[in-house]
């Protein structure tokens, strides 16, 4: 069956990095465009990344350009966030999502927390 499952996520300081990492299975995975969402307390589901099936050509939300890069594996089936100089407005559950036409699969979320 489709998986996606997201590891990574943590506590960190303001000015920290953390990497995100989405194991995906039980689909073809080079042949969808992958993303990463958020979504705060309180707040909608928001679209961090994306990254298209081979890995080109990404794109970001103004708010974590020049701090977070997408990036993925088709040989292993991963895609990552790297996310940098976080701040406490990060604080989220990041959510990875595969996408093809009618197929859009989700993983169950990871948290990320920025606190001093």
């Known amino acids: 069956q489709v998986q996606l499952v997201e590891s990574g996520g943590g506590l960190v300081q303001p000015g920290g990095s953390l990497r995100l990492s989405c194991a995906a299975s039980g689909f073809t995975f080079s042949r969808f465009f992958m993303k990463w969402y958020r979504q705060a307390p309180g707040k909608e589901r928001e679209l961090v990344a994306g990254?298209?099936?081979?890995?080109?050509?990404?794109n970001y939300a103004d708010s974590v350009k020049g701090r977070f890069t997408i990036s993925r594996d088709n040989a292993k089936n991963m895609v990552y966030l790297q996310m940098n100089n976080l701040k406490p407005e990060d604080t989220a559950v990041y959510y990875c999502?595969?996408?093809?036409?009618?197929?859009?699969?989700w993983g169950q979320g990871t948290q990320v927390t920025v606190s001093s």
């Open positions: 999502n595969a996408l093809r036409g009618v197929w859009d699969y």
């Open positions: 990254i298209i099936s081979g890995g080109g050509s990404t």
